[in-house]
Each structure stands twice: as C-alpha cells, then as structure tokens.
C-alpha cells in the first residue's frame, strides 16, 4: 500500500516562504514516472489542484500561485517538493500531494500551511 507523505508546512507571515516534501513510503512507488501534484484545501472550500508536474518534468500551476510557486522533483530523493514565496493569507489551507489525477487511496494527511501576521 502507497502512503504519500506531506510535510514542511507552518506558520508564515504574509511575503514568507515554505517549502513542502512530499515522499512515498509502504509499496515501492516511483515518483520519476508518474505525474504528481500538490493540492491544497482551504476551510470550507473544495480541494483543488495548486501545481502539477508529468514524468517528463513539463510543470504547470494555477492563475493565482504563478511566479510565487514552484513544484519540483527529485528523482534520487523520490520527493515531490512545492516551493512556495510571497505566500498570501489566502494561500492557508491544508496541502497534499498525489497522483494525476489524484487517487483516493494515496491521499495523505497532509501538512498545514497558515499565512497570517
């Protein structure tokens, strides 16, 4: 059984920096071939997908994180990482990493992220 693993996440004050891991433990899981994403769900909204990146290494984010977050892979880690700067209040919510599209038996606990002065 895969079990994605989250963490990195904290409290930041509007304009600072975190950078999420996400690594894989239980079943050999080999994130170079696979697509993964980081999600993230705020209080009382839907989860939705913040930034995406294929086996191939092309990248892609939503309208809102562009040129403040960046996902990343390192393969010899087998770690998915997400980059976040200028973070914003808006940006609080619950972050997990999965496939792409997402499986519901990956989904971790994810990591806390609070943007707040």
């Known amino acids: 059984q895969v079990q994605l693993v989250e963490s990195g996440g904290g409290l930041v004050q509007p304009g600072g920096s975190l950078r999420l891991s996400c690594g894989a433990s239980?079943?050999?899981?080999?994130?170079?071939?696979?697509?993964m994403g980081w999600y993230r769900q705020a209080p009382g909204k839907q989860r939705e997908l913040v930034a995406g990146?294929?086996?191939?290494?092309?990248?892609r984010s939503i309208e809102s994180v562009k040129g403040r977050f960046t996902i990343s892979r390192d393969n010899a880690k087998n770690t998915v990482y997400l980059q976040m700067n200028s973070l914003k209040p808006e940006d609080t919510a619950v972050y997990y990493c999965?496939?792409?599209?997402?499986?519901?038996?990956?989904w971790g606990q994810g990591t806390q992220v609070t943007v707040s002065s």
């Open positions: 999965n496939v792409q599209p997402p499986r519901l038996d990956y």
């Open positions: 239980g079943t050999i899981f080999n994130i170079s071939i696979r697509a």
């Open positions: 990146i294929t086996s191939s290494g092309i990248t």
